[in-house]
């Protein structure tokens, strides 16, 4: 059978993805051609029959290597597509590019076997259903997975050969380079110097070059807790603030102790990504995590057996996601003024309609007992009022003399004064 007749009308109704990788960041910067012939299999989709709409590039993994599936979020959503039999063929410019591990590679030819999925890169069109096509594949992952450490060994030998003649460079702290005579400088650059002298500054003030605080807070509607820790987990600070402008200057306080500068300022976690205290910590270059409170619970577990919600504890929880976890969030972006504005100005009027409608709810209860009549109470304010009093045993003393009652009084026989049941799925008696 032709390979070509393998791309049949069933397979062409499902996705064809692209998948490209590429092992480094700096393949990515300086290997431009390949990147773009990745792309460019998009184009060899199109002549195989299969819709632009049906189309897809799973792009994620560029500069991850692909010794492990656990970093490469692509590689994921790739099997989790074939598995679950949305894809008609996978395209790669090469089948090591999918895994460079035998028994990762191994699992997604099964699934594609099973999803009946076509592999297709620039040796041919593989079909897993047929058992001619297997053992290639499973040829070419043994390959893949073996140039690896032929490599590593061409490199270690050439390091060996290089530091054996003295011209072995390795790679230097950031600041420091190597000068056209060999020898080892600080970098001139002024604000290189500058950082570079901050580091030492808080090797001074913490003991430890990562010596970094971390800030967590928990956030509620007037009152915040505060937790501070350093880079071993230990709380150094922690304050009670309240939601104002005097709130914000007692949390200023704790961060400038800590080597808070408004050049390097301490990233903050937080359970929300709004409020007043949010636009006011988002003003400079301070990085602001909004932390989900589902995902703080998650974290509970680490440092508490209990899983009680605590204020103070959480806030600590929060500074130590910072601390251990802070490369799998995302900071708040960098809004303009304007734009943090209309945030802030939105949020109040949330609030406004929140606070209405709290109130309404605990006005409703109250309303059920007063008199129907809008009338009852009305000769109250045309009575006067004795020097000195306020009125108020006026009114009980009306209400218990029966002046203030309804001017269409109810009915004086005892079941009128219960409550009338609702009638579920009839209609009410007529009167």
Known sequence: MSRLQMITSSRRSRLALIYGRQSTLLQVRENTESTARQYGLADRARELGWAESDIGVVDADLGTSGRCSGLRVGFQQLVARVCLGEVGAVFGLEVSRLARSSAEFGRLL?????????????????????????PVLGLKSTMSEAELHIRAGRLHGARKAAAKRGDLRLPLPVGIFYADDGTITVNPDEEVRTAVADVFTLFDQHGSALGVVRCGIDWEERVHDVALVDDTGVLVAKRRITDDAAGYEQLLEPLAEHGDTEANPIP???????????????????????????????????????????????????????????????????????????????RAQQDAL????????????????????????RHLGQRPISPGSTGTAECRADLVSGRAADPHPAPSHPEACRPQARHRGRSRPDA
């Open 110 to 134: 099964e699934f594609a076997r099973r999803t009946d999925t076509l592999l297709i890169d620039a040796d041919g069109i593989y079909d897993l259903g047929e058992f001619n096509d297997r």
């Open 354 to 377: 929140w606070n209405r409608q709290q109130i309404a709810n605990q006005l409703h209860p109250a309303a059920r007992v007063l008199p129907r009549s809008p009338g009852s109470f």
């Open 268 to 346: 903050v976690a937080i359970e929300t990504s709004r409020g007043l205290l949010v636009a006011v910590l988002r003003t400079g270059n301070r990085q602001v995590f909004a932390i989900n409170p589902m995902a703080a619970a998650r974290y509970r577990d680490r440092h508490s057996v209990s899983r009680k919600k605590c204020d103070p504890g959480d806030a600590l929880v929060l500074a130590n996601i910072l601390r251990t976890d802070m490369h799998a969030h995302r900071p708040l972006p960098q809004d303009s003024s304007l734009a943090r504005a209309i945030a802030v100005l939105a």
